[in-house]
C-alpha cells in the first residue's frame, strides 16, 4: 500500500480504466484524494474514501417522504450508497407518477403507495432540476421500507401493493419493497 | 438583537471615533529593522494540523508565528440556488475574530474579508475538481484567529484550504500552496510581518501547486518593477515546495493515526 497525496503522480504502468479518486492529465495518472492506493497492478487505480457524497444517477439512496401532490412525491434523502448524510444535509429528492411503478403507470395514484413519514428505498435516475434529483421505485426490492399506522405502530407488508398494522389489523396501501431476506 | 441604534432623526456621529493625532507623523525609516532569527529568504515556522474541527467534514489550523487560523470545510451539499448547474460551486466565507487585529473587530461582514475571501477563491477554485460535485456547493469557512498582516493570511488562508478540502476528500487536482514576499527597493523579504508589509513599496502573493508545477494565484499590490515582481515569483515558489512538505507531512501522519 503505497500513500498518495492530491496531485501526486500514480505509479502504475498502463492504466486501462480509471477508478475514483484518480485522474490522467497530460499523459500522467495522477491522484486527486489523499489515501492509499492498492498495489497489485492489474487492479483499475483507485482511492477509494468512505465519504459522504451527494446522489448521482444510478446511487441506491434511502429518505424520508415529506410531500405529496398528485403528481410526485418528495423524498428528503438521508442515505446514498449505504453512507448516511450528516444531519441537516439531506438532499431533495422527487418520485414522479410514471417512476413509482413499472406496471400501470396511468392509473398510479400518489396517496395509495407513500404517506408522509415512510421512509423509502429507490433509485437515482437522473440528476433532475434545480431543485431535487430524480428517483425511481419501479423495481421489486424498491419502495416503503418502513411506515407507521394511523394507530401509531410500524406496519409490516403483506403484499407488494399493501401493509397491514399489528395493532388495528387495518389495511392501508402502499407500494413496498421486497424485503431483502425473502 | 438589540433595536437598530440607528436613528435618522438625530445627528449620527460616527460608530467609534479615535483621538487625532496632532504630531507630525514619524519619519519613514530607510531600511528595515533586522528580522530576528531569520534570514530575507526564509519564513516563519508552520504548524499546521488536519482534523480538528470535529463536526466538519473537514478542517486545519494553521499557525504561523502571530497569525493563525482555523478553516472548515462542509459539504458537498445541496445547492440552494434556483438555476441548475452542472458544476459545483466553491463557497468561501472569511471572518476575523474581534479579538484578531490591534483594533477590536465588528463582528459584521465588511469588505476586507470579502476581497481576502475573493483572493483565497481564486487561488483554491483551479485545483478543486468541480465537474465531480454537479448541483452541489462546497462550503470553506475560514476564521482569522491572529492576524499579522493581510498578505500572510491570504497565503495561511490558502494552505489551511487546500488541507482542509484533501482532509474532507474532497477530489483535488493538487495540493495548492502558498506564500507572499514584500519589497523595498532592492530588498525582497519573504513571507513579512504586518510591520514589514506596513513599510514596504509593494507586496506579492503566490499560490501555486508545486506537485503540478503551475500557479493559480498572483496577487501583487504597490509599486514595484516587473523584474523584481518575477524575481519575487520565483522565490515564492521555492519556498511554497518547501510548504508543500509541510502538507505531505501533516496529511500523511494525520492518515497514520488511526
Known amino acids: ?182 | 438583537m438589540a433595536q437598530n441604534p440607528f436613528d435618522r432623526r438625530r445627528i449620527n456621529g460616527p460608530e467609534e471615533s479615535f483621538l487625532p493625532v496632532f504630531e507630525p507623523g514619524q519619519e519613514r525609516p530607510t531600511t528595515w529593522n533586522a528580522r530576528c532569527g531569520r534570514q530575507s529568504t526564509d519564513i516563519r515556522q508552520i504548524f499546521l494540523q488536519p482534523g480538528l474541527i470535529s463536526q466538519a467534514n473537514g478542517s486545519a489550523y494553521i499557525e504561523t508565528e502571530k497569525t493563525k487560523l482555523a478553516c472548515a470545510v462542509y459539504g458537498p451539499r445541496q445547492s440552494k440556488s434556483t438555476t441548475y448547474s452542472e458544476k459545483g460551486k466553491l463557497n468561501i466565507e472569511v471572518k476575523f475574530a474581534p479579538f484578531s487585529c490591534t483594533r477590536r473587530r465588528y463582528p459584521l461582514h465588511d469588505a476586507e474579508d470579502r476581497s481576502l475571501a475573493v483572493a483565497i477563491h481564486q487561488s483554491i477554485a483551479s485545483s478543486v475538481r468541480l465537474e465531480l460535485f454537479p448541483k452541489s456547493t462546497i462550503d470553506v469557512f475560514i476564521t482569522i484567529i491572529e492576524n499579522d498582516g493581510i498578505e500572510g493570511c491570504v497565503a495561511s488562508g490558502a494552505i489551511a484550504a487546500s488541507t482542509a478540502l484533501a482532509d474532507a476528500g474532497i477530489e483535488m487536482f493538487g495540493l495548492v500552496t502558498s506564500c507572499s514576499a514584500a519589497v523595498r527597493g532592492d530588498d525582497i523579504r519573504l513571507d513579512p510581518t504586518e510591520e514589514e508589509t506596513n513599510t514596504s513599496d509593494g507586496v506579492v502573493v503566490v499560490a501555486c501547486m508545486p506537485a503540478l508545477s503551475s500557479i493559480t494565484n498572483v496577487w501583487q499590490s504597490g509599486r514595484i518593477t516587473a523584474e523584481v515582481t518575477l524575481r519575487c515569483m520565483e522565490m515564492c515558489q521555492d519556498r511554497c515546495i518547501d510548504i508543500h512538505s509541510v502538507i505531505a507531512h501533516s496529511l500523511s501522519s494525520m492518515n497514520k493515526a488511526p
Request: charged fraction near 20%; hydrophobic fraction near 35%; proline fraction near 9%.
Open chain 1, 1 to 182: 500500500m503505497t500513500f498518495l497525496l492530491p496531485g501526486q503522480p500514480v505509479p502504475v504502468r498502463t492504466p486501462t480504466t480509471i477508478g475514483p479518486g484518480v485522474y490522467l492529465k497530460h499523459g500522467q495518472l495522477r491522484a486527486s484524494l489523499a489515501g492509499t492506493l492498492a498495489d497489485d497492478p492489474n487492479q483499475t487505480p483507485a482511492i477509494h474514501r468512505q465519504r459522504p457524497h451527494p446522489p448521482a444517477p444510478n446511487s441506491l439512496i434511502l429518505g424520508t417522504v415529506t410531500r405529496l401532490s398528485p403528481l410526485h412525491a418528495v423524498v428528503a434523502i438521508s442515505v446514498v450508497d449505504g453512507i448516511p448524510l450528516p444531519a441537516g444535509e439531506e438532499f431533495m429528492g422527487m418520485i414522479r407518477t410514471q417512476d413509482i411503478r413499472a406496471t400501470e403507470r396511468d392509473k398510479v395514484k400518489t396517496t395509495d403507495c407513500f404517506r408522509g413519514g415512510d421512509v423509502v428505498k429507490g433509485l437515482v435516475i437522473s440528476l433532475g432540476d434545480a431543485r431535487s434529483y430524480y428517483i425511481t421505485t419501479a423495481r421489486n426490492d424498491l419502495g416503503v421500507i418502513f411506515a407507521t399506522s394511523e394507530a401509531g405502530a410500524t406496519m409490516e407488508p403483506v403484499s407488494w401493493q399493501e401493509m397491514r398494522c399489528p395493532i388495528t389489523g387495518r389495511i392501508e396501501k402502499r407500494k413496498c419493497a421486497k424485503p431483502e431476506n425473502l
